[in-house]
């Protein structure tokens, strides 16, 4: 039962530097949403900036976690 806490810890941390990596096209998709449609939309330029600012979050949050985790 004890030998579990480590490989699980592990495996949390595994996930979250994957969610890490993932948040990055997570920001690079709301920058690509801003110069396509949102250069002529501002409606979609405000999309893109929502999904840089959640995905910037996230990028921080998961990484912190995952730091944190020994």
């Not at 004890?2 to 949390?12: F, G, I, M, V, Y």
């Not at 893109?48 to 990484?63: N, R, S």
Request: hydrophobic letters at 55%; aromatic letters at 14%.
């Amino acid at each position: 039962m004890l030998d579990t806490a480590p490989k699980e810890t592990a495996n949390l941390k595994r996930i979250l530097l994957i969610n890490t990596a993932l948040d990055v096209f997570y920001v690079a998709g709301g920058i690509a949403l801003i110069f396509t449609l949102g250069a002529e939309n501002p409606e979609w330029r405000g999309h893109g900036w929502g999904i840089i600012v959640q995905g910037g979050f996230l990028f921080f949050f998961d990484l912190f976690h995952a730091l944190k985790l020994k």
